[in-house]
């Protein structure tokens, strides 16, 4: 007997994990576009979600299914909730968290790195929780923060994305002839909408605590990182994650007026770069040689 949507979901392979129901939006537009199938959800699972099937390729190849899920409101708490609700439910084998996230134009990597623009995607190796405080009796304030490393797989993967490959899964009207880049590296996460200048010199007491052992500086920050991570590392271990957004901003004064520019080819970069992730050759001979 064949089947059913739910049934298959007992196998499913991939959960996606938006911020913003515009986000998620996007990501359904572009699993739709590159061929896959909506199917029915799963009862007892109170978040907004939508499940796609893959098409099998090749004869004997496993269908992929992809869940892809919003928090009911913004920051890492509330991505927290949502992941470990979603990732009981559907038992992925990958996680990703995609959507936006603002770069810093400035900082000690600006002058040895390729220059970032606006629709770029950033890839996380390490993500740098921002929010954790110390207050001293004597009124100073200081880092507990806390460092996490996203998949060295799935980093494998994304780092054998040709460009052509993703710059496909965003449409035309939307790209405008541009060629969107990749940058690897770490994001600050923290329940704060950045827009000022002055955060990257805060971001840099985590370099002096943190990066400088890790040789890794800060390239990004965004909100629901550390909540998904943490989430997925604590119910799901094992299990791999991966954190892909796209620039919409720049994190500063001009935040807004990016935003304008950016904000829609980011959503559609960073949603594009992760269904040529799961296309890719790489990514089905690791999901099909997952033990768990």
Known sequence: MPKTDSERLEQSRVLIVAG??????VMAGVLTSASYRQGRGVSGLSLKHSVFLSKPISKGERQLACAVVTPTGMGKLEAAVATTEA????QPRFVFLVGIAGAFRHGPRASSSKAMHLGDVLVARYIYDFD????????????????????????????????????SNIPMHVRRGMKPQ?????????????????????????????????????????????????????????AGFLLVKGISDFA?????????????????????????????????????????
């Open 20 to 25: 913003l129901i515009e986000e998620a939006d």
């Open 252 to 292: 500063d004064s001009h935040k807004h007026s990016d935003e304008l520019a950016g904000r829609t080819l980011a959503k559609y970069g960073a949603a594009g770069f992760v269904v040529s992730m799961m296309g890719s050759d790489r990514f089905k001979k690791l999901s099909q040689g997952w033990a768990r």
């Open 87 to 90: 990732v009981i439910c559907f």
């Open 132 to 167: 954790m405080r110390k207050i001293s009796a004597d009124g100073n304030v200081g880092l507990r923060s806390r460092t996490m490393q996203t998949d060295p797989h799935l980093l494998e993967v994304a780092a054998h994305v040709s460009g052509t490959a993703w710059h």
């Open 182 to 238: 990749v940058h690897f590296g770490a994001l600050v996460s923290g329940d704060a909408v950045v827009a000022s200048e002055n955060f990257f010199e805060r971001a840099r007491e985590i370099e002096r605590d943190f990066i400088l052992e890790q040789s890794k500086s800060p390239i990004g920050v965004e909100m629901e990182g550390v909540g998904v991570a943490l989430a997925v590392q604590r119910i799901r271990p094992g």
